[in-house]
């Protein structure tokens, strides 16, 4: 079996790495040049693209932004999981709202601008605490823009002047205060079976994410029954086939979309040491319609991010359960270099396994640890 990932960064390489036990053989399209490579040591390969289109049986992406050009030529050939209508919700804040509310899922309050001079109404509607969202392109908070007071609103219009927002429309939404971020991960194969990986709790520091737990701690029957139902909900009508990711906010007991993500995503990382199957290997058994596997948690895990930091230290390895997953990219500021999984039998066991491993680790990189490390301690 063969597969084609377009894109060729870490979710491509952790595809190629899942690929392999069974006997899936991962290539990845670099997709600012076009060429195939390897996904793990970039390598480029002997194939063009259309050869290795051909060749595969599957195509799949590792993230929505895959230029449209590359995405019609993929769709065409009849082989792309999740579908280009899936990778477009993904892709496309106004796409995905507008699927939300046909399916009643509940999201935050929102408007879609395509004028600068439509946003006095807009907070009139929804306040003046908001969050701007470009449509395209976004990712890892880039694209976005905050207004925190209707004094703001001229400077934040002239920030905004240069936009063309009738070519790429604002989602704003009303900026939700809520207790937790909360991640459900889930796969749907052709067959139309699905499974749903235990929800994660995600740490956010500047609009990105540092830290995810999981299973997160108090979830309730409640919760459980809502994001089930918010996966099937969102699987079954985009008929989806692979692993979808839905971002959400826990609001009491309810829980709220924040996005979508048609993919294997980065708070899904923990299922490599924590979960019966990984989310990479699923996602894979999902595309080629082969059985799905068990989602269950084996413990509880924290994933850590390591961002912006060339280097780390091997001697985090003497920390029982814990594991390092590098992605040899060159370092740059707020750029994802590798993950931390770390896997306990409590909160505070892995408590005290992260509190171990923060000692090895450069304080400077990881602001969010020591709270989430006392956090964790106070819970059973
Ligand atoms: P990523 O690629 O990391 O998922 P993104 O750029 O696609 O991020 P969002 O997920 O929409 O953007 O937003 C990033 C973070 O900003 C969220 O995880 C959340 O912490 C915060 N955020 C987004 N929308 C809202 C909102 N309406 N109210 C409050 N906080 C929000
Ligand atoms: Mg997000």
Not at 15 to 28: D, E, R, W
Not at 79 to 100: N, T, W
Not at 118 to 144: C, F, N, R, T
Request: overall charge negative; hydrophobic content about 40%.
């Amino acid at each position: 079996m063969k597969v084609l990932v377009y894109g060729a960064g870490q979710l491509a390489q952790m595809m190629n790495l899942a690929g392999a036990p069974l006997g899936i053989s991962v290539n990845a399209v670099d997709v600012k040049t076009g060429k195939v490579v390897n996904p793990v040591d970039k390598s480029e390969q002997a194939d063009s693209l259309k050869n290795a289109i051909d060749e595969a049986n599957c195509l799949t992406v590792e993230f929505e932004h895959v230029p449209v050009d590359l995405l019609n030529e993929a769709h065409a050939s009849g082989k792309l999981s999740p579908s280009f209508e899936s990778i477009r919700v993904g892709a496309d804040r106004v796409i995905e709202k507008k699927l939300l509310e046909r399916l009643g899922i509940a999201n935050c309050a929102h408007r879609v601008v395509t004028a600068i001079d439509q946003l006095p109404e807009v907070v009139e509607q929804l306040g003046d605490k908001l969050i701007l969202k470009a449509s395209l392109d976004g990712y890892d908070g880039y694209g976005q823009w905050r207004l925190s007071s209707r004094e703001q609103l001229v400077e934040l219009q002239q920030t905004l002047s240069a936009l063309d927002l009738q070519k790429v429309p604002l989602v704003v939404e009303q900026m939700q205060t809520f207790e937790r971020e909360l991640s459900l991960l889930g796969a749907r194969n052709a067959n139309g079976d699905i499974v749903v990986y235990p929800l994660a709790e995600n740490l956010h520091h500047q609009g990105q994410l540092h830290v995810s737990v999981a299973p997160a701690s108090a979830l309730t029957d409640e919760l459980n029954k809502q994001a089930l139902a918010i996966f099937t909900a969102l699987a079954d009508e985009l008929n989806y086939v692979g692993l979808l990711a839905v971002e959400m906010f826990q609001v009491g007991d309810r829980l709220l979309v924040n996005e979508l993500a048609p993919r294997v995503h980065n708070s899904g990382h923990w299922t490599q040491q924590g979960a019966v199957t990984s989310q990479f290997e699923n996602h894979l058994r999902a595309i080629q319609n082969l059985p799905l596997g068990s989602t269950e948690a084996t413990g509880i895990s924290a994933m850590v991010n390591v961002i912006g930091c060339g280097g780390i230290s091997k001697e985090i390895l003497s920390v029982p359960n814990t594991h390092l997953h590098w992605y040899g990219k060159s370092v740059r500021k707020k750029r994802k270099m590798g993950h931390i999984n770390v896997v306990a039998e409590s909160y505070s066991e892995l408590s005290a396994r992260l509190s171990e491993l923060n000692t090895h680790l450069p304080a400077e990189y990881f602001p969010k640890l020591p709270d989430e490390i006392q956090r964790l301690a106070a819970l059973r």
